[in-house]
């Protein structure tokens, strides 16, 4: 059983994580790196599927390994790609270098919204100088990139190996739960070295190590239960499709990005109150 004093702890970290997320306007903060983050998505969205469209010339394979990316992105928001995927792929070449010069114009601007965000909330009052810290972002966004790619990588390859056992029904079966599994977490482990990455590197100062984990696995937790409100989501979007139809969706991919917004916000808000719980007060570490 957890101790009195573990759970007064722990209540006190939550209690203190809710109370600074209003203290810092955290619904409006929210908001504006949620406007960001959507202007961000589109280029975003180009590169992966024209990365994906050389990756894999057969257009089903790329279509497939697409879907499951977005499927841990951007909850509901696969029909409006998809739908639209098979051209991307076409005009890869102009789409793709359109979709990078967007990118890293927009992504400047979300990764130093986001670093604004964190230095409130990790109360650092020394920030950066805006070359130095326009650089920092600029570094932290191909990081970011390449995790991204590497997660897409790590899908393709568990698909691949599934695919190989397709064959052979009984050991198919036998070994679904636990693709399933691998997927999952790798799905959160992945979500997981993005918070982490992003606490890390973007402030100025940050918070100590055990805060940083305690920060990104309550990011991550929290921005995997999305997906089940996504699997609720699509049960009560049934009965009400005919009326709303693809504006449901797209409403709901709105919710989906502020959400997501929210939870980046709240994970730095239980790292900065951790830290405090355990009488640590000052920032334990500078990039």
């Not at 209690?15 to 409006?28: E, L, N, P, Q």
């Not at 992003?198 to 696995?217: D, G, K």
């Amino acid at each position: 059983m957890m101790s009195p004093s573990l759970g007064r702890r722990i209540w006190n970290v939550l209690r203190h994580s809710v109370r600074g997320y209003f203290a810092d306007d955290g619904i409006f903060l929210a908001s504006g790196l949620a406007f960001d983050l959507l202007l961000c998505m589109v280029p975003l969205m180009l590169i992966i599927v024209s990365v994906l469209g050389y990756a894999f010339p057969d257009t089903e394979t790329a279509m497939a390994q697409l879907a499951s990316v977005l499927d841990v992105l951007a909850p509901e928001s696969q029909k409006v790609v998809m739908d639209n995927a098979e051209t991307i792929v076409a005009n890869r070449g102009f789409l793709g270098v359109l979709g990078f010069v967007l990118f890293f114009a927009f992504g400047s601007l979300v990764f130093g919204s986001a670093r604004l965000v964190i230095n409130r909330v990790f109360r650092v009052e020394q920030r950066r100088g805006y070359l130095k810290g326009k650089g920092v972002d600029f570094l932290v966004m191909l990081a970011t990139g390449l995790l991204l790619m590497l997660a897409i990588a790590t899908s393709w390859l568990l698909s691949l190996i599934r695919s190989h056992t397709v064959a052979l029904p009984e050991l198919e079966h036998t070994l679904r739960p636990g693709f399933q599994v691998l997927g999952d977490l790798s799905g959160f482990v992945f979500t997981f070295l993005l918070f982490y990455l992003l606490y890390r590197y973007l402030p100025a100062r940050t918070v100590t190590s055990v805060a940083l984990v305690v920060a990104s696995l309550t990011s991550a937790g929290l921005f995997h239960v999305s997906k089940w409100g996504v699997g609720l989501y699509a049960q009560f979007a049934q009965s009400y499709a005919p009326v709303y139809g693809a504006l449901g969706g797209l409403m709901f991919f709105f919710l989906w990005l502020y959400y997501a917004c929210t939870v980046f916000i709240l994970g730095a808000e239980v790292g900065r109150a951790y830290d405090e719980a355990t009488g640590v007060t000052d920032a334990a570490g500078s990039a």
